[in-house]
C-alpha cells in the first residue's frame, strides 16, 4: 500500500515524534515523584542518553516506546507498508539500545527498561521501578 501523503510531508510529521519528555516518561516520572524518588533527567553524560538517572544509587530508567525499540507487544508491530525500512530501523534501534546498556554497565550503573504497554496498570510499575531502586532514601 503506497503512502498516503508526500515523502516531504511524511519528513515533517516524524520530525515531530518527540524522544524526549513523551507522554509514557512523564507518567513513570511523575509516578517515582508521587513515591519519593528524586532524579535527574537525560544525562547526556552516559551511554545512550537515559530518561531518568539515579546517580548515587548508579542505576538508570529508559521508559522505551514499544514500536520504536522493538517490544514484542501488540503495540510493537510492525507496519504491513515499507516493512523492509522499518524492519531495518527498528533492528538498528534495539542493537543501539543492546549497545547502550552493555556499556553502562560496563560503567558500574543498573539499567531498568520501562515498557510503553507496561503503564497501563501502574501500581505494578510502582512495584517494579521500588524493586529496582529500592527505599527512597539512602
Same mark, same amino acid.
Given at each position: 500500500?503506497?503512502?498516503?501523503?508526500?515523502?516531504?510531508?511524511?519528513?515533517?510529521?516524524?520530525?515531530?515524534?518527540?524522544?524526549?519528555?513523551?507522554?509514557?516518561?512523564?507518567?513513570?516520572?511523575?509516578?517515582?515523584?508521587?513515591?519519593?524518588?528524586?532524579?535527574?533527567?537525560?544525562?547526556?553524560?552516559?551511554?545512550?542518553?537515559?530518561?531518568?538517572?539515579?546517580?548515587?544509587?548508579?542505576?538508570?530508567?529508559?521508559?522505551?516506546?514499544?514500536?520504536?525499540?522493538?517490544?514484542?507487544?501488540?503495540?510493537?508491530?510492525?507496519?504491513?507498508?515499507?516493512?523492509?525500512? &522499518? $524492519?531495518?530501523? @527498528?533492528?538498528?534501534?534495539? #542493537?543501539?539500545?543492546?549497545?547502550? =546498556?552493555?556499556?553502562? *554497565?560496563?560503567? +558500574? &550503573? $543498573?539499567?531498568? @527498561?520501562?515498557?510503553?504497554? #507496561?503503564?497501563?496498570?501502574?501500581? =505494578?510499575?510502582?512495584? *517494579?521501578?521500588? +524493586?529496582?531502586?529500592?527505599?527512597?532514601?539512602?
Amino acid at each position: 500500500m503506497a503512502d498516503r501523503v508526500t515523502a516531504d510531508q511524511r519528513s515533517r510529521i516524524m520530525s515531530r515524534v518527540r524522544s524526549r519528555n513523551t507522554g509514557p516518561e512523564v507518567l513513570v516520572r511523575k509516578i517515582l515523584f508521587r513515591a519519593g524518588y528524586r532524579f535527574r533527567l537525560h544525562d547526556r553524560s552516559l551511554p545512550g542518553v537515559p530518561d531518568i538517572v539515579f546517580r548515587r544509587r548508579k542505576k538508570v530508567v529508559f521508559v522505551h516506546g514499544c514500536y520504536w525499540h522493538g517490544h514484542g507487544c501488540k503495540i510493537g508491530k510492525l507496519p504491513k507498508s515499507n516493512l523492509t525500512f &522499518w $524492519a531495518e530501523k @527498528i533492528e538498528r534501534n534495539i #542493537e543501539r539500545d543492546l549497545r547502550n =546498556a552493555r556499556s553502562l *554497565k560496563e560503567e +558500574g &550503573w $543498573a539499567v531498568l @527498561i520501562v515498557w510503553q504497554c #507496561e503503564l497501563k496498570d501502574t501500581e =505494578a510499575v510502582l512495584e *517494579k521501578l521500588v +524493586g529496582f531502586l529500592g527505599p527512597t532514601r539512602i
